[in-house]
């Protein structure tokens, strides 16, 4: 009996160690769904895998909640943000002030807006009308989640920027992390490399890091503050992302000549 000489699956190689966060985030809801024998199990899988996400990181929002509600974190909070306030060099303020515009609100409206209106004109409908969803929920389930909790914000040290609303969840943490995010994963989908993805999310990391850092170094947030936005964040975002896939693949069962961003670059090397 002749050996068999196929080359082995792609998919069954090993893979380097920088290629697991790509394969993470734009392959597990795909792998399930390929492996699905018709179109309303991959859709379900789909479906139940990003609601599973959602759900992950409302629960762990909901366990910081109550211990923020509780006062449990008060004690951890208030010693971080104490040796912050009295261990920054007024240069490193300077820097967190320009670093957290970056999650503003004017300047994520205006971010999204110029992608959104590029992804549109580039006939990539399904991922502008993700990241205008995307960006509105958080808003407005930010709003919601700031008022029911009503935290104030910390007074330990003199704030280095102005802030209005109530402290949990970071408003700047939760918007960073669903917006950014969601760009990120929108520009990686459509890279044909897969160093590039990785980078695209690391860039998309780092910056997230970074505007949560700020709101701490200007004193306007306590650590449980930033740690629930991006979680609650992240979790918003990856329900999204899981959306967008059901729509992409319904749209090239019935739509299979529309060219679109809905149709997967090509993965020589992924």
């Known amino acids: ?3 068999n000489l196929r080359a082995p699956d792609r998919r069954a190689q090993t893979r380097g160690n920088l290629s697991i ?8 809801l795909r792998a399930s769904a390929s492996r699905a024998q018709t179109l309303r199990a991959a859709l379900g899988i789909v479906v139940l895998v990003g609601a599973g996400v959602a759900v992950l990181g409302t629960w762990a ?8 509600r509780a006062g449990r974190t008060q004690a951890f909070d208030e010693r971080i943000l104490t040796w912050i306030g009295q261990n920054t060099p007024p240069v490193v303020e300077q820097v967190m002030l320009e ?3 970056l999650g503003t609100g004017s300047v994520v409206g205006v971010m999204v807006g110029i992608v959104a209106l590029f992804l ?15 960006t509105a929920g958080g808003l407005v389930l930010n709003s919601v989640l700031k008022a029911g909790f009503d935290r104030p914000r910390p007074q330990l040290f003199t ?24 760009i990120a994963y929108l520009a990686a989908r459509l890279q044909r490399r897969r160093w590039a993805r990785v980078l695209t999310l690391l860039a998309a990391a780092v910056l997230i890091v970074l505007i949560c850092l700020s709101r701490l170094f200007l004193g306007v947030h306590y650590p449980s503050d930033v740690i629930a936005g991006v979680i609650i964040g992240l979790a918003w975002a990856g329900f999204c992302m899981a959306t967008l896939e059901v729509f992409q693949k319904f749209a090239a069962r019935h739509a299979p000549q529309i060219l679109d961003d809905e149709q997967e670059p090509e ?3 992924a």
């Open 120 to 134: 549109w004109l580039t006939r990539h409908k399904y991922s502008a009308a993700l990241l205008l969803v995307a």
């Open 21 to 28: 966060p790509a394969d993470i985030l734009f392959r597990a």
């Open 159 to 182: 704030w280095g920027t102005h802030a209005l609303t109530s402290s949990f969840p970071s408003g700047h943490a939760m918007s960073a992390a669903a917006v950014y995010g969601t």
């Open 267 to 269: 993965r020589g090397d």
């Open 1 to 3: 009996m002749l050996p």
């Open 61 to 68: 929002f909901a366990e910081i909640a109550s211990h923020v």
């Open 99 to 101: 670093i957290t515009f």
